[in-house]
């Protein structure tokens, strides 16, 4: 009979274990900077390699696909200052990421060698449905 309440205890005692780590794993991901192009220049040194995530708009003529190597290089740029930053991600590319000038999030780590931000993970911002379309004049 102790041999069976040692094994239920040790069963305990590493789901309770766990779910610690799960927990402070989710922590994390969740407490990941969001900022700016312009803001992530200004922290940049305070950053070093932390992961982060950048919300711009993507340049237009910056946007380039390589099928072979699954290789999306492009600028993101505030909407509101010229501060631009080069962006690469190794993957297929988000379905929505269909034209230039769409605004995304790009969570990843900036490479100060290089000058580059390596995405992990890309996130399109879709325009409102309730958006006025332009007209022609």
Same mark, same amino acid.
């Given at each position: 009979m102790?041999?069976?309440?040692?094994?239920?205890?040790?069963?305990?005692?590493?789901?309770?274990v766990?779910?610690?780590?799960?927990? &402070?794993l989710?922590?994390? +991901?969740?407490?990941?900077?969001?900022? +700016?192009?312009?803001? &992530?220049?200004?922290?940049?040194?305070?950053?070093?390699?932390? $992961?982060?995530?950048i919300n711009?708009?993507?340049? @237009?003529?910056?946007?380039?696909?390589?099928?072979?190597?699954? $290789?999306? !290089? &492009?600028s993101?740029?505030?909407?509101?200052?010229?501060?631009?930053?080069?962006?690469?991600?190794?993957?297929? @590319? @988000?379905?929505?990421?269909?034209? +230039?000038?769409?605004?995304?999030?790009?969570?990843?780590?900036?490479? =100060?060698?290089?000058?580059?931000? +390596?995405a $992990?993970?890309?996130?399109? =911002?879709? @325009?409102?449905?309730?958006?006025? $379309?332009? !007209?022609?004049?």
């Open positions: 102790k041999a069976r309440r040692k094994t239920v205890l040790f069963a305990v005692i590493l789901i309770a766990s779910f610690v780590y799960l927990m &402070f989710g922590m994390e +991901e969740g407490s990941m900077y969001y900022l +700016e192009v312009s803001e &992530f220049f200004s922290k940049l040194d305070e950053l070093g390699q932390t $992961k982060v995530r711009g708009e993507i340049v @237009p003529g910056t946007l380039n696909y390589d099928s072979n190597t699954m $290789k999306l !290089e &492009f993101l740029k505030d909407i509101k200052d010229s501060h631009e930053l080069k962006v690469i991600y190794r993957g297929n @590319p @988000p379905n929505l990421l269909e034209e +230039e000038g769409v605004t995304l999030v790009a969570e990843g780590s900036y490479n =100060k060698e290089t000058g580059i931000f +390596e $992990k993970k890309l996130l399109v =911002k879709c @325009p409102s449905k309730y958006e006025k $379309k332009e !007209e022609d004049a």
